[in-house]
Each structure stands twice: as structure tokens, then as C-alpha cells.
């Protein structure tokens, strides 16, 4: 008996069936690697979705300190500015008391004392260290130093100080 076709054809059909479970094993490698690089590909998509949203959450942390920082230092040197001219001005309204206007300025305070008060006020004219009037009728009073004109006049100013800013 002759075995060689029967040993011919098993063997054909052997390499013939390995050769189709390797291709069916290529083929399920491939769809394997294509799941897997498909998963990789989803899962660095949200991670860099996460990352972007905490930078972007970070980046509106930081700027809005920034922001608060800058406002804390614009308040801090309007306030300067502001302390700055609130000791200037009535320094400056000292100052009138040697410009050779000022005896027509304390005739003025004079009248404007008189005025309110009446003419039998007792006035206190050019007082040491604060020029200007003060006149006293009863219990009524009126205090028109240079000091106090000076500070009625920024307090004046309200809202017209704002333009300091701009």
C-alpha cells in the first residue's frame, strides 16, 4: 500500500488549514491592535481634555488674582494720591496768608461772618497758626480758617475728584 498520496494530501490539507488559522490569527491581531490604538487614542483625548480644562480653570485662578492684585495697588495709589492732596491743599491755603491779597481776603471772611451772623458777632481775625475768621454770635458759630475753607473745598469736589483717575 501505497501511503504517499493519502501522506500528500493530509499534509496539503494541514498547511492548508494552518495557513487559514494564521491568516484568521493576523486578522484578529490586527482588529486586537486597531481596538487597542483606538482606546489609547479616547483615553489621551481626555486626558488632554482634562488637562486643558484645569489649565484654562488655573490660567482664570491666576488672572483673577492678577486682577485683584492690580486693583488692591490702584487703590492703595488713589488713596496715596488722594492723603497726598488732602495735606497739600490746606498747606497750600496756610500759604495765602503771606500773598499780599490776603488783607482784602480776611475783609471778605469778615463780611461773609457778619452776614451769617449778624453785625454784633465777636470775630477772631487771623488767628495764630490758622489765618482766616472765626466769628461767635450766642451759640452760633462760624469757622471760616484757612484750614476750613480748605477742607470745605475738597469736600466739595464729591464725585469731581473721580476725574483725578482718568
Given at each position: 500500500m501505497n501511503l504517499g498520496p493519502?501522506?500528500?494530501?493530509?499534509?496539503?490539507a494541514a498547511e492548508t488549514e494552518a495557513d487559514?488559522?494564521?491568516?484568521?490569527?493576523?486578522?484578529?491581531?490586527?482588529t486586537e491592535l486597531s481596538l487597542?490604538?483606538?482606546?489609547?487614542?479616547?483615553?489621551?483625548a481626555g486626558a488632554r481634555a482634562e488637562a486643558e480644562d484645569a489649565a484654562g480653570r488655573e490660567?482664570?485662578?491666576?488672572?483673577?488674582?492678577?486682577?485683584?492684585?492690580?486693583?488692591?495697588?490702584?487703590?492703595r495709589a488713589r488713596r496715596?494720591?488722594?492723603?497726598?492732596?488732602?495735606?497739600r491743599v490746606p498747606a497750600a491755603a496756610l500759604e495765602l496768608r503771606h500773598d499780599p491779597t490776603y488783607?482784602?481776603?480776611?475783609?471778605r471772611l469778615q463780611a461773609i461772618t457778619r452776614?451769617?451772623?449778624?453785625?454784633d458777632a465777636t470775630l477772631d481775625v487771623d488767628p495764630p497758626g490758622?489765618?482766616?475768621?472765626?466769628?461767635?454770635?450766642?451759640?452760633?458759630h462760624i469757622d471760616l480758617t484757612l484750614p476750613a475753607l480748605a477742607e470745605r473745598s475738597l469736600v466739595s469736589l464729591g464725585p469731581e475728584l473721580e476725574l483725578l483717575w482718568r
Open positions: 493519502l501522506r500528500s494530501t493530509l499534509l496539503s487559514s488559522a494564521a491568516l484568521a490569527a493576523a486578522a484578529e491581531a490586527a487597542a490604538e483606538a482606546q489609547v487614542a479616547s483615553v489621551l490660567a482664570l485662578r491666576v488672572v483673577g488674582r492678577a486682577r485683584s492684585d492690580a486693583g488692591r495697588v490702584v487703590l496715596d494720591v488722594y492723603d497726598e492732596l488732602c495735606a488783607g482784602r481776603l480776611l475783609e452776614a451769617q451772623l449778624g453785625e490758622v489765618g482766616g475768621v472765626r466769628g461767635f454770635s450766642g451759640s452760633r
